[in-house]
């Protein structure tokens, strides 16, 4: 597994690495023990999670995804693994912990709080990336990055990122940094795939001009790219077809991913992919991971067979000509997912 530097740190990650959001409801501690040994044994060693993990959040799921990860943590040398977490942020209308007080989330009170709790559950006394999990509109960034670099002053965590986080927000994040002398974020954490391609749109040169590392998620935009929902009867217990079932924002979010736009472009890329004789899953991984601003592109899993599709991608290097093609695809239906 070939590793890349975070942003201008000292930090080099697995360029595949594995997100953790499924543990805890859609799979059990055992799976999800199986899924990391999985990957860990595939040369992964950049993990994923976050305090309201796992999704979609429940009050009696929450935190779960973080001690799940602290148990299978305890059984590898601590240094061989880089763990990254998240301070929750309000993630605009997503469930917020019983831990946070008020619509602000990413003042200091906060912050001290929610990193205390993650070092507990994941029984480890440092954080390798500490990420805001989404921005925090009623707070000023100076309070949440004079915090932040307390953290690693203190020794909690090594370094630190965003994510969901706007071309404006970036750039106003490093210039709080740099006029104040504080701790910068290496890596914003976005959704990237390729059927989602908005991050090239700014925030891809702003990464490259400033040395800020993209951790992709959701390469395979939440399994849509499987091509698994093309079929003439999709999966009743995947992801979208159970979101479709749920609450107004879960059906927001399913439509948003899976719709025509989205499926006649996974269509397309499905064709390419076998083509080229590899799935499209392989090829989606390969798509992310080629990009010069992304550090690791996140896969996820419910089951440890659901990896080997993704991890094939470690060995692929795609052609300028099937580059091409894909990028044709995007021009002909240019932003599936709105």
Not at 42 to 53: H, K, L, N, Q, S
Not at 68 to 84: F, H, M, N, Q
Not at 99 to 123: F, P
Not at 248 to 257: E, G, I, L, P, V
Request: with cysteine; net charge positive.
């Amino acid at each position: 597994m070939k590793k890349r530097r975070l942003g201008k740190s000292s930090m080099v990650v697995s360029e595949i690495g594995m997100g953790t959001m499924t543990f805890g409801s859609s799979c059990d501690e055992k799976t999800s023990f199986e899924i990391l040994d999985k990957a860990y044994d595939a040369g992964v060693d950049f993990f994923d999670t976050a305090e309201i993990y796992p999704v979609p959040p429940d009050q009696s799921y929450v935190f779960r995804t973080e001690e799940i990860l602290g148990k299978w943590l305890k059984t590898k040398p601590r240094d061989s693994v880089i763990i990254a977490t998240k301070v929750c942020g309000p993630g605009h209308g997503w469930f917020v912990p019983p831990v946070r007080s008020g619509k602000t989330c990413l003042d200091r009170h906060n912050i001290i709080r929610a990193i205390e709790g993650s070092l507990r559950r994941l029984q480890t006394d440092y954080i390798d990336l500490y990420q805001t999990h989404w921005p925090d509109p009623d707070m000023q960034y100076e309070e949440t990055l004079y915090t932040l670099s307390e953290l690693v002053i203190s020794g909690k965590v090594r370094y630190v990122g965003c994510s969901n986080e706007s071309p404006w927000g970036l750039m106003k994040s490093l210039w709080v940094s740099d006029k104040n002398r504080l701790i910068r974020y290496e890596s914003i954490q976005n959704n990237f795939s390729l059927i989602n391609r908005r991050f090239e749109d700014s925030l891809s040169e702003i990464c490259k001009r400033e040395g800020v590392s993209l951790i992709a998620y959701s390469p395979l935009a939440g399994g849509v790219l499987t091509g698994k929902y093309n079929s003439s009867k999709p999966p009743e217990n995947a992801r979208f077809s159970r979101y479709a079932k749920m609450g107004d924002r879960q059906k927001k979010m399913s439509n948003r991913y899976l719709n025509e736009k989205t499926l006649k472009s996974t269509e397309e890329f499905m064709k390419i992919a076998k083509e080229i004789g590899m799935s499209v899953t392989t090829m989606a991984v390969a798509w992310s991971k080629q990009h010069e601003f992304v550090a690791s592109t996140l896969i996820g899993a419910t089951h440890p067979s659901q990896l080997s599709d993704s991890l094939k991608a470690v060995e692929v290097t795609l052609s300028q000509d099937v580059l091409n093609k894909i990028d044709e695809v995007s021009k002909t239906n240019p932003y599936p997912m709105g």
